[in-house]
């Protein structure tokens, strides 16, 4: 049944003309497809869930939020750059931040974080657990408090920061897409 | 205040933490468990299992029909990198330069231009060969020039380079003088080429090619 709801879901999104992401569970992938062709593909290594499941049905991207988001330079008008000058202020990938929350509609929250490498990134990873076990709970009991649906929060681990990065600069604002996870898994 | 009074508030103030902590748990685990819990409904009958088991197989199938299959264009503006396929083959991969992400605000003006490659589906509109560039007026401004009453002092030649696809809105994909450039963002919004690529990009591609940006 909720295969069924997954290829209708997909299916509308397939025919738009317009790209969607699929966060799916079962094959631990997020993908960013059109027309049902896959152009990008995000490994996961590690998933966490919080509160209640997720209908299987097509949800938007409300927004992206990173503790250092990336900030546009702004162009001073009779002052361009050396067009040969590789030392450009561009918004470029490695500008994107690598750990960050995406807000979906229907109060979803999924975290994106890298698979830790360095010291930094691990005192940021202990930081997020730290969280994760402190706030859902709290939220939970606040949205509860006010009679709403309570909110899912989704935990999730990439491979490393270039893939979290990519993720970030692919998924725009008004994205829509799919989160698939089958109860049986 | 003594060193025990604030202890105790410490103390109380903790233990009240907590109490909210395992609210929030119990009434989360409760929520947690309906993702790893069994289905629930009533037992699906054979039947209507073959039935659903059916359908998905049609679904499956009408997603598999709208799958690209002729020739298209991916741009993947993170790593600067065009593909050109064919279904699920890369037929070339060409290095480009993409948007900058910039923004100029019009001097003493409402205008403001952010100079992003656009995203989502798009298809060729237009193939042009020697393509002038018809400066637009942030060009200008860019610059900190007047913007030109004379159309004619908008046109620039030789900028472009031997190609342009046009696929809406004054974007393109072309040529460009500025090759170093190439695999970093740069551009007001269009795709730049370089020469060889380009040419066998815009050989190959027609009115109404499918063009993918991400």
């Not at chain 2, 202890?7 to 233990?15: D, K, Q, T, Y």
């Not at chain 2, 993947?76 to 083959?89: M, P, Q, S, V, W």
Request: glycine share 8%.
């Amino acid at each position: 049944m909720e295969e069924n709801q997954y290829l209708e879901a997909e299916l509308g999104l397939a025919k738009a003309p317009s790209l969607y992401f699929i966060f799916d569970f079962k094959e631990k992938s997020v993908y960013l497809k059109a027309k049902g062709t896959i152009f990008r593909e995000w490994e996961i290594r590690r998933i966490r869930f919080w509160g209640n499941p997720v209908p299987v049905k097509s949800f938007l991207l409300i927004k992206k939020s990173a503790l250092f988001p990336p900030k546009r330079k702004s162009i001073k008008p009779g002052k361009s750059e050396e067009k040969d000058n590789f030392e450009l202020e561009v918004l470029e990938l490695k500008d994107m931040p690598s750990s960050y929350t995406l807000s979906i509609e229907g109060d979803i929250v999924v975290y994106v974080r890298p698979k830790t490498k360095s010291f930094v990134s691990l005192l940021r990873n202990i930081g997020h657990s730290l969280r994760w076990y402190t706030f859902p709970p709290l939220k939970t009991l606040w949205f509860s408090l006010k009679k709403k649906r309570s909110y899912t929060a989704i935990d999730i681990l990439l491979a490393d920061e270039k893939d979290a990065k990519a993720l970030y600069w692919a998924f725009l604002d008004g994205l829509k897409g799919i989160i698939y996870r089958p109860r049986s898994n | 205040m003594p060193k025990r009074v604030i202890l105790i508030i410490g103390l109380r103030v903790l233990l009240i933490f907590l109490v909210f902590e395992f609210a929030g748990y119990y009434i989360g685990i409760r929520s947690n468990s309906k993702w790893k819990s069994a289905v629930t409904e009533k037992k699906i009958e054979a039947k209507s299992l073959k039935e659903i088991q059916a359908k998905n197989k049609i679904l499956a199938k009408k997603i598999k029909s709208l799958s690209l299959k002729g020739v298209y264009i991916v741009i993947d503006t993170a790593n600067n990198i065009l593909y050109f396929r064919k279904g699920n083959e890369v037929i070339l991969e060409a290095v480009i330069s993409s948007g900058s992400g910039d923004i100029l605000q019009e001097p003493g003006g409402k205008r403001k231009w952010i100079f992003d490659t656009p995203r989502g589906e798009f298809y060729v509109k237009s193939k042009l060969t020697e393509p002038d560039w018809v400066k637009p007026d942030w060009a200008f401004i860019e610059e900190g020039e007047n913007i030109p009453k004379d159309f004619n002092q908008r046109i620039e030649s030789g900028v472009l380079g031997d190609y342009g696809l046009g696929f809406g809105e004054g974007y393109f994909i072309h040529g460009t003088l500025y090759t170093r450039l190439l695999g970093r963002n740069v551009t007001h919004g269009c795709i730049r080429v370089a020469d060889n690529d380009l040419k066998a990009v815009y050989r190959a591609s027609s009115i109404g090619t499918k063009i993918f940006i991400y």
